[in-house]
């Protein structure tokens, strides 16, 4: 596995798998990886015959009061789990590779992005989409893999894909789970033993939303109360939303059907968590 850290030697590798005939899978990751991360690799490998990984703390999307400088950050240990994992090159470029100083230019969605996360986060949707379109131009991949725990970003990338017109296949692999539910996160370090059992209540919430509608339940304010009252069995945990809404627009749903999102997000301890399910999905 190659390590690279400018654009312009990493278009030059690509030029021979490329000669070869070879479609070039990408994985855009802040680093830190983890099982998530590294299924991302193994689904990129089924898709593609020569895979990039890209490690990069994005700036553009964290916003003045959240946790960009202590992001966790290891890149010799992402080097180490991306190549045993069967990378073929990794794309680690600094800030100042990516955003010039004097840059006019980002990619800032429309009303898709104004609920959920993007009302918790101002300005985060702009930044995922400005770097993401980056990567696209700078690694022209076949196929991008991207993580249904971030649900809505996959929706809006993949939006973004068809608006601009990227020659770009969109990837969604299911979430990466602990045995006990836990969607796996890089933000899961900032957990407490105490933190981390108190987190399992998003999963126990989303699986009895998601056997209640196996059920037949299909009235999406029920189920959403069911969702409700077992996340305040937890008091450590400071709940932000928990809604169903349709897979396309994002948009609350009255009644629930297959393929309705159920998403989350709290605060636990020193994290913020989100997490999601597909109804009627496994």
Do not use: C
Request: glycine share 8%.
């Amino acid at each position: 596995m190659r390590t690279i850290e400018r654009i312009a030697p990493l278009r030059s590798a690509l030029m021979e798998p490329r000669r070869r005939g070879l479609s070039i899978g990408l994985v855009p990751t802040m680093g830190s990886l983890h099982e998530g991360h590294l299924q991302l690799v193994d689904e990129a490998r089924r898709r593609s015959g020569f895979v990039v990984l890209s490690v990069f703390v994005n700036p553009l999307q964290f916003g003045p009061h959240e946790d960009f400088a202590r992001y966790p950050r290891d890149l010799a240990r992402d080097v180490s789990l991306a190549e045993r994992r069967g990378v073929d090159l990794l794309f680690a470029p600094p800030a100042e590779e990516l955003f010039s100083p004097d840059r006019v230019v980002v990619t800032t969605p429309l009303a898709l992005a104004d609920r959920w996360e993007g009302a918790a986060r101002p300005g985060h949707f702009t930044g995922v989409l400005t770097v993401v379109a980056k990567l696209f131009n700078i690694v022209q991949p076949t196929v991008a893999v991207f993580g249904q725990k971030d649900i809505q970003q996959a929706v809006l990338i993949k939006a973004m894909t068809r608006d601009l017109d990227f020659p770009v296949q969109i990837a969604i692999a299911p979430t990466a789970r602990e045995g006990d539910g836990l969607a796996l996160s890089s933000r899961n370090a900032y957990l407490s033993p105490g933190d981390r059992r108190h987190a399992l209540v998003l999963s126990r919430a989303l699986r009895a939303i998601g056997e209640a509608y196996d059920r037949g339940e299909y009235d999406a304010s029920k189920l959403e109360q069911l969702g409700w009252e077992i996340l305040a069995s937890e008091a450590d945990v400071q709940v932000e939303y928990l809604a169903i809404m349709d897979a396309q627009r994002l948009e609350p749903v009255a009644i629930a059907e297959q393929g309705s999102i159920v998403a989350v997000a709290a605060r636990v301890g020193g994290a913020r968590l989100i997490d999601n399910m597909i109804l009627g999905q496994p």
